[in-house]
């Protein structure tokens, strides 16, 4: 009752002077806003990147040549696995199947006079199958396009959208420009939408066979990365192909025991923990943000609690007068001064929303969620600041003098 | 028995290199349901007497005994407790509460006895002085009369033993002033014990009894009757001194102390 009745008045006396109460929680509002805004950012991409992952499917192994800084100079290189690589993996015990691919992003598409930049990959025939792409239109990529090294593309819905807008796009010409310039492809097949695939997007992808990439297009002989599955998404089997994959390779490229690797395995599920370790910084990182303003935030809030307890001197003598306890005056002063903080801490909750809807709506990379969990923490924290900014103050009102008190001008 | 007996009741404190010696050995007894007033220039201890009495501060020596209860040497949260349940003020300066209503400001001395039934007693007390009508209003929105009215309410509203009345026409016009001391006459009726500070004597001798002071000591203490009133008003009792009432800060002339 005694703790209602305080809340009460010191929510009243916040709007005795609103302006004052105002800039003295900006820091408050700033910081709960900063923490607000930014784990929504940060879950919306979190979601966003472990959901494209997810639609990959768990049993994935990524190979990739290994390559690594040390003391500032790149080790290994970009050439270390080739297509017989991906063959000898695709014969590996544990893995059900292997695919190897090249990748391009923003290479130049033409149509006629229409143009637009596609993230070209050089497939075999079981890519869409791999990635759970289904075909709207046409056929995929065939082991025979893929053997013959044959000019034909699928296109990715947004691509066929931009080049050939509502007409049919099979059997078409189009032009793709690689490092060995323009060359003429047939279109065969157009993906169905599917959205985010890992960090692409997988409606603005154009597939190729691979020789027809390694060859045509891009005069290489070695692969970028190389796609394998486990034979279940059990961590056993998973670990299983993992161990083979790396002996296969091992042994195709004579690296002794105690070598530094030329090339990395990795499961989807490592790189759904190395996401996690960067996001798990990049909250820490704005946590410190939020703590610091959060701290600026307690000196604003200690000092107008300093300047309500000069201004009231003579309304704590009469509360004194009136049979108030010191620890009375210490309770009210602290609880005034969590409701001031609480209170910037709503309109920071309120800004912080604000805030990330506005990024979502301007940048449209990713849908923003504001949790629970963050609102709860960033209120938390505002409170917290305003107990302790203001054990001062109040300290400072209940031992005043009441004779004093109540002479005070 | 008494409802207030001081024994030797001193107040010491430093200014500067001096000791100011602002209450000098008082012995004092009121009894339950008197009407006092305590009367004398500025500096001559009524104020310090006033906050010793109401218990807002100790004394440096002596003995307090309030209601059969030694409160002289008690600690802070015994005093605060001794403050909210015997002791009601009324300040020259009405000091309440601007930000809240009539009635909130009544209520604050339950609020700190953690009493039940808050928003009831409230209203009886501000009906009690005619203000039942006036309730939400802020402080800002009432005469001065008014708010006085308040401060008596909240003086009242823990029905206690005092009421300690600091100038509580001070900042009052003649009619207004006598409104308010109506009121206190209605009160000590009701047998509440009223203690008046003031240092108008025409003020001072509408209660049953005046106690002067002057320089820490009580010089004068006597019924008042149609005869004593006369003299008191007139000042003939210590001519020197009572020819120019009002707040006059130069040390009073020496006189004689009579009838103690």
């Excluded at chain 1, 990524?62 to 297509?83: A, T, W």
């Excluded at chain 1, 199958?129 to 239109?137: I, L, V």
């Amino acid at each position: 009752m005694f703790f209602l009745r305080v809340c009460l008045m010191s929510f009243r006396s916040l709007f005795v002077h609103p302006l004052r109460t105002i800039l003295a929680t900006l820091g408050v509002i700033f910081g709960v806003a900063a923490v607000v805004a930014a784990m929504a950012i940060l879950e919306g991409m979190s979601s966003r990147i472990l959901g494209g992952f997810e639609s990959l499917g768990s049993n994935k192994i990524f190979v990739m040549p290994n390559i690594e800084r040390r003391s500032g100079r790149m080790v290994g290189s970009f050439d270390s696995l080739d297509l017989d690589d991906a063959d000898a993996i695709g014969r590996c015990n544990a893995v059900a199947r292997a695919m190897p691919q090249i990748s391009n992003p923003g290479a130049l598409v033409k149509f006629r006079s229409k143009s637009t930049n596609a993230d070209v990959s050089g497939v075999t025939e079981v890519h869409a199958d791999m990635n759970n792409q289904e075909m709207q239109d046409g056929e995929f990529i065939s082991a025979a396009n893929v053997q013959g090294s044959a000019s034909v593309v699928v296109l990715g819905s947004k691509i066929k959208e931009e080049l050939f807008g509502g007409r049919p796009a099979i059997d078409e010409k189009i032009k793709i420009t690689g490092i060995r310039g323009s060359r003429t492809f047939t279109v065969i097949g157009v993906f169905a939408p599917k959205g985010n695939v890992g960090r692409s997007d997988a409606d603005r992808q154009i597939c190729v066979p691979i020789t027809t990439a390694m060859d045509k297009l891009y005069g290489t002989d070695s692969v970028h990365v190389i796609l394998a599955e486990a034979r279940s998404p059990t961590d056993a089997d998973i670990d299983q192909a993992k161990e083979e994959i790396a002996q296969t390779l091992r042994r195709r490229h004579k690296i002794r025991a105690g070598q530094q690797d030329d090339f990395q395995v990795q499961s989807q599920k490592d790189m759904v923990t190395q996401f996690s370790q960067v996001t798990g910084i990049l909250k820490v990182v704005f946590y410190s943000i939020a703590g610091i303003s959060l701290f600026v935030g307690g000196i604003g809030i200690m000092n107008i609690m300093l300047v309500a307890v000069t201004e009231r001197t003579r309304e704590i003598g009469v509360r004194m007068a009136m049979g108030a306890q010191r620890s009375d005056v210490l309770k009210q002063f602290l609880i005034e001064a969590s409701v001031v903080s609480f209170f910037g801490g709503t309109i920071g909750v309120i800004v912080g929303w604000g805030l990330a809807n506005a990024i979502e709506t301007v940048t449209r990379l990713f849908e923003t969620t504001t949790t629970m969990t963050s609102v709860v923490i960033a209120l938390t924290m505002a409170t917290t600041t305003g107990v302790i900014s203001g054990i001062y103050p109040a300290w400072k009102a209940s031992r005043l003098d009441p004779v004093e008190a109540l002479r005070y001008e | 028995m008494s409802l207030i007996q001081l024994d030797k009741l001193m107040k010491h404190y430093p200014m500067g290199d001096t000791m100011v010696r602002a209450l000098d050995g008082v012995d004092l007894s009121i009894k339950s349901g008197e009407f006092v007033s305590i009367t004398g220039h500025s500096g001559s201890g009524k104020s310090t007497l006033m906050h010793l009495l109401g218990c807002l501060d100790r004394p440096t020596s002596g003995r307090y005994m309030l209601d059969g209860q030694l409160v002289s040497h008690l600690s802070d949260r015994s005093l605060a407790q001794v403050r909210n349940r015997k002791i009601g003020f009324v300040f020259q300066t009405f000091n309440l509460i601007q930000r809240t209503s009539a009635i909130d400001n009544v209520a604050v001395p339950l609020f700190y006895g953690r009493q039940s039934n808050v928003g009831e007693k409230s209203r009886k007390a501000l009906e009690r002085v005619g203000l039942g009508p006036r309730a939400t209003h802020k402080p800002s929105e009432l005469s001065g009369g008014e708010r006085q009215r308040v401060a008596i309410a909240r003086a009242i509203v823990n029905e206690p033993k005092i009421i300690l009345a600091d100038e509580p026409t001070g900042n009052l016009d003649t009619r207004t002033g006598k409104q308010i001391m109506d009121i206190f006459h209605e009160l000590h009726r009701a047998g509440v014990t009223v203690i008046l500070v003031t240092h108008e004597m025409d003020v001072a001798v509408q209660a049953e009894r005046v106690i002067r002071m002057r320089d820490g000591n009580i010089i004068d203490d006597r019924r008042v009757d149609d005869s004593t009133r006369s003299e008191l008003l007139s000042g003939v009792m210590l001519p020197a001194v009572e020819q120019d009432p009002g707040p006059d800060r130069s040390p009073p002339p020496i006189a004689k102390p009579v009838g103690m």
